[in-house]
């Protein structure tokens, strides 16, 4: 009974290095998400799939990528890494039906 | 422009005292208001309210949504100290897709 499960769970890079955050869901939603959680900022959308092979930016897509090459799994990618994406970063998956969160990654860029 | 605030951004009780924690709301197309708590790690839902004035109910928690004047409150009577959270205001709205809009979250904290 996993739901949404995110590796890694920390994760400490320096300025320009790149990483790939992964999100696995068990739940067959079509939809998944990407947010960040920064304090005082509440939860912001940075890419979400509305389905296999699909993709679209949400409000703060700038330095990241995503991928959705299998229903169940949704990569989020940080080609350069700034200081300002240190964060939390949730994922979530839905559509029509409440959006169920993984336990998060944070990461923390130097 | 979409927003939701709460308030207020935190808040200190004692165990036992009831809270009101409060969501306002200005969106376009809106579909649904959710509730969620947040522990120390995955937002975990609460509630999703669609109708105004239909108490959700779960326990000692309830709340209740207002389309007219645009607002959710969510209750909880007889607070533990496993209360202790953050609790998160969503909309979700519909634009071809489904994408909530979160507040920025309510701190609770519980004394014992």
């Known amino acids: 009974n996993a739901g949404v499960t995110q590796t890694p769970k920390f994760r400490v890079l320096k300025t320009g290095q790149s990483m790939t955050l992964l999100c696995a869901q068990d739940?067959?939603?079509?939809?998944m998400y990407w947010y960040r959680q920064d304090p005082g900022m509440g939860l912001r959308l940075i890419h979400y799939?509305?389905?296999?092979?699909?993709?679209a930016k949400g409000e703060v897509p700038d330095g990241y990528n995503v991928s959705r090459l299998k229903k169940q799994n949704f990569l989020l990618g940080l080609e350069s890494a700034a200081p300002s994406q240190t964060s939390v970063y949730f994922c979530a998956s839905g559509g029509n039906q409440p959006q169920h969160f993984g336990d998060g990654t944070r990461l923390s860029i130097l | 422009e979409d927003k939701v605030v709460q308030s207020p951004l935190s808040l200190v009780v004692h165990e036992g005292d009831t809270v009101t924690l409060n969501c306002s709301y200005e969106v376009t197309n809106f579909r649904s208001l959710l509730w969620y708590k947040q522990e120390k790690k995955a937002p975990t839902f609460l509630f999703m309210l669609?109708?105004?004035?239909i108490e959700k109910k779960s326990g000692r928690l309830s709340s209740i949504l207002d389309k007219k004047e645009l607002f959710s409150i969510l209750n909880i009577t007889a607070t533990q100290t496993g209360d202790s959270a953050i609790y998160l205001c969503?909309?979700?709205?519909?634009?071809?897709?489904?994408?909530?809009?979160f507040g920025t979250g309510t701190r609770l904290k519980v004394l014992a």
């Open positions: 799939s509305v389905g296999e092979g699909t993709t």
């Open positions: 739940m067959n939603h079509e939809y």
């Open positions: 969503a909309v979700d709205r519909w634009l071809g897709t489904y994408k909530y809009i």
């Open positions: 669609t109708s105004s004035g």
